[in-house]
């Protein structure tokens, strides 16, 4: 069942972190500062994910992997009633499985790696963040107003 936040104090948080993760990540492209750039485009999608899981369940997620967390969404979507918006996800994540992987592993990797970013995996990851963020986005239109 979904309960929808009262308050969207936390949940605006979340994604006002998260948007200035991924425009800190894009400056950091720019500045080919690629690790941290990969770092902050994780965290980035990591918080837009857990916002919209508080929207929907009033409850504050923990966990750093971004394909657990578009699990959990899944699963609360299918569970609340919202069948099209689950298998937006599922089909998502199915699609994207590698680079999430990859998103994921740069969570530790861009700190304590032994190697480091090159340019393209970092504009990869920046974008597959981005495109996670931007699902989000479109699942709160949906649920909270507006279309898929």
């Known amino acids: 069942m979904l309960v929808y936040a009262v308050s969207g104090n936390y949940s605006a948080l979340l994604r006002r972190r998260a948007e200035s993760m ?55 979507a299918g569970e609340g009633g919202l069948k099209d918006v689950a298998e937006v996800v599922i089909e998502f994540t199915r699609r994207n ?9 740069a969570h530790t990797r861009s700190i304590y790696g032994v190697f480091e970013y090159s340019k393209e995996q970092a504009e990869a990851l920046v974008s597959i963040a981005k495109t996670v963020i931007s699902l989000m986005k479109n699942i709160e239109s949906k649920v909270f107003g507006g279309g898929l």
């Open 22 to 76: 991924i425009r800190l990540a894009e400056k950091l492209l720019g500045e080919e500062e690629h690790d941290l750039a990969v770092l902050n485009a994780e965290y980035a999608a990591q918080l837009y994910v857990k916002s919209v899981l508080y929207r929907l369940t009033g409850e504050e997620w923990r966990g750093h992997s971004v394909r657990t967390l578009l699990g959990a969404v899944a699963l609360v």
């Open 97 to 105: 499985r590698r680079s999430l992987a990859e998103l994921d592993e």
